[in-house]
């Protein structure tokens, strides 16, 4: 709606098919670039430890750095820290995210993206459903523009209902948990004023 640049990133997956649905879905949202896929396994659990046996550790921090320095975004918004449904990925992600944060800015960790990007200092780090020192809510009911004044519901459900059945996870666009457009700051750049109870992730920047 406002023009912005996009750039989403997931963790897992390697299949092919799954990630040409996923950067189909995304154009229609209005995402243009490409998504960025980490490639750790897709696997469920209830908890963030089972999570941790599966994926690599530095492998995935260090993909994360690597979108951080290589897109550098001025804000990121990234997942539950008790992974809204439960998800043990979610939750794993919700902290490496804090930590790729942190390693993007300075220059010991991963050493091949800090050579071809240089570091990047995110300005702002989002958690969905956390209680932070500032928090936004975003209506996804409101009629858009870029959408032909239709909703972010609406056209999330449309792009649902789009991917194959296999990939479809049992959840409502509007599940009264995982569906709440609700973020909390977890980091802000210490030179950024307070922000304010606004409901805009990009006050001041």
Same mark, same amino acid.
């Given at each position: 709606e406002r023009g912005y640049t996009a750039v989403v990133v997931y963790m897992t997956s390697k299949d092919e098919t799954q990630q040409e649905e996923a950067a189909a879905a995304l154009r229609s949202l209005g995402v243009s670039t490409p998504p960025v896929f980490i490639g750790q396994p897709d696997v469920y659990a209830e908890d963030k430890d089972t999570v941790a046996t599966v994926w690599n550790e530095k492998d995935a921090l260090n993909g994360l750095i690597?979108? /951080?320095?290589?897109?550098?975004? @001025?804000? /990121? /918004?990234?997942?539950? *820290?008790?992974?809204?449904?439960?998800?043990?990925?979610?939750? #794993?992600?919700?902290?490496?995210?804090?930590?790729?944060? $942190?390693?993007?800015?300075?220059?010991?960790?991963? $050493?091949?993206?800090?050579?071809?990007?240089?570091?990047?200092?995110?300005?702002?780090?989002? #958690?969905? #459903?956390?209680?932070?020192?500032?928090?936004?809510? /975003?209506?996804?009911?409101?009629? *858009?523009?870029?959408?032909?004044?239709?909703? @972010?519901?609406?056209?999330?459900?449309?792009?649902?209902?789009s991917f194959s059945e296999s990939y479809r996870y049992p959840l409502s666009v509007d599940d009264p948990i995982y569906g709440l457009a609700e973020y909390g700051l977890i980091y802000s750049d210490p030179s950024l004023k307070t922000l304010p109870l606004n409901n805009d992730l990009f006050y001041g920047l």
């Open positions: 690597r979108a /951080i320095r290589q897109y550098r975004p @001025a804000v /990121i /918004i990234s997942h539950d *820290l008790n992974g809204e449904y439960g998800d043990g990925a979610s939750m #794993l992600t919700a902290r490496y995210i804090q930590r790729a944060v $942190k390693y993007a800015a300075g220059t010991s960790a991963d $050493k091949d993206s800090y050579n071809e990007f240089g570091a990047w200092s995110t300005q702002r780090l989002f #958690l969905h #459903l956390y209680d932070g020192d500032a928090n936004v809510t /975003i209506d996804r009911t409101v009629p *858009l523009d870029a959408f032909r004044r239709r909703s @972010a519901a609406e056209v999330e459900q449309d792009v649902y209902d």
